[in-house]
């Protein structure tokens, strides 16, 4: 089975949908998809991820189903350089969250004050184990970190959804802290990331990232990929968002 997750288009998240730049991604985005015999696809709730699968479900004359997990990771916490206000959960400072040594632990990053303070583990738990429900429909059972092996098949299914809800997924099947996902990769929008199952004994699965953050349809059209999943590549660019 593969997994494809695919974030977003180039977000206008003033009004939770696409920008002109995203709208043209999400159609390069479905010129490819169209092609990959997808058997199911599922979608986060929010505007901008619905309106980019709205252009490949439009040519297929399919239909997704809505998942309220998919929605991008909710949780909101005290930052400890931003004091005023709450900030999404996997934006932090390099200097800050690297002094924590469980922020690198699969079994223990979720244990650090700040995050408990937010009920972050609470969040994770409720879209990992509904995640595994829907593999389970699909004929793969969550046992320890693999999968057992119930209906074995080639499926391909496409999940529409967000940059740090992508992570939290890759996370629970690669058994990796989100923490080192949601700052040390880069998924930019209307990516494509594969995850495909290795089947080496019958009946015992274990996922494997094929590929990560694939823009090859933006490329093949001449777009350039959006800015948006990223910070200034050097600090003395006014061009480029440093926060």
Known sequence: ???????????????????????KEAEYLS????????????VSPLGRARDTASCTLKKLNREAVVCPWLRE???RIHRPDVTDKKMITWDWLPQDWTRVPEFYEYDSWWKAP??????????????????????EEHGYVREGNYYR??????????FFCHFGLGCVLLSHLLHISPMILWHHFVAAPSSVTSVITEERREGIALFRMRNYGDVSH??????????????????????????
């Not at 010129?31 to 599922?42: R, S, T």
């Not at 700040?114 to 990992?128: F, G, H, R, S």
Request: hydrophobic share 40%.
């Open 73 to 75: 990771f909710q949780p």
């Open 149 to 158: 092996v119930e209906k074995a098949n080639k499926d391909k299914l496409a």
């Open 114 to 135: 700040v995050l408990q303070e937010a009920n972050v583990k609470a969040e994770y738990d409720w879209v990992t184990e509904n995640f595994d429900k829907l593999l």
């Open 31 to 42: 010129e490819k998809l169209v092609k990959m015999d997808i058997q199911d696809f599922y």
């Open 218 to 243: 933006l490329y093949a059209k001449g777009e350039e990929p959006a800015f948006a999943a990223r910070f200034c590549e050097t600090f003395d660019d006014p061009t480029q968002r440093h926060d």
């Open 1 to 23: 089975m593969e997994l494809l997750i695919i974030r977003h288009g180039d977000p206008d998240y003033t009004i939770d949908s696409l920008t002109e730049k995203g709208w």
